[in-house]
């Protein structure tokens, strides 16, 4: 299900974040959807429990996943405003990962904004 580029400079919890957004996003997670456990994820893509761990927390502290003990992680209901945020963060990181720099978004959106 995810992909993990364990060459990348990019850190394995933020790739598996971005990746979770993205499904998100795309709607191939749906608000109270289970997540694959900690440990589960850990080991389909060869990596330390603890880098699934922190990825699950950071986005549980952003509001998209939430923890029920004992039962697993779930993927929260976004609020519209944060659904708009993230949808501008997964257009915009595979930009930035691209090598396009912020000065040519920049200028790109001035002209798109532009032509209103």
């Not at 993205?22 to 850990?42: D, H, T, Y």
């Not at 699934?52 to 993927?75: F, I, Q, S």
């Amino acid at each position: 299900m995810f992909f993990l580029d364990l060459q990348s400079k990019d850190p394995i919890y933020e790739q598996l974040k971005q990746q979770i957004l993205r499904f998100i996003e795309a709607g191939v997670l749906s608000p109270g959807e289970k997540l694959p456990s900690v440990r589960q994820l850990a080991q389909e893509n060869g990596i330390n429990p603890n880098t699934v761990a922190k990825a699950y927390r950071e986005l549980e502290e952003d509001g998209v996943l939430y923890n029920m003990p004992k039962k697993g992680v779930y993927v929260a209901s976004i609020e519209s405003s944060d659904r708009q945020k993230f949808r501008a963060e997964a257009v915009l990181r595979p930009l930035k990962e691209a090598g396009v720099s912020r000065e040519e978004i920049l200028r790109a959106l001035d002209e798109i904004y532009g032509e209103e």
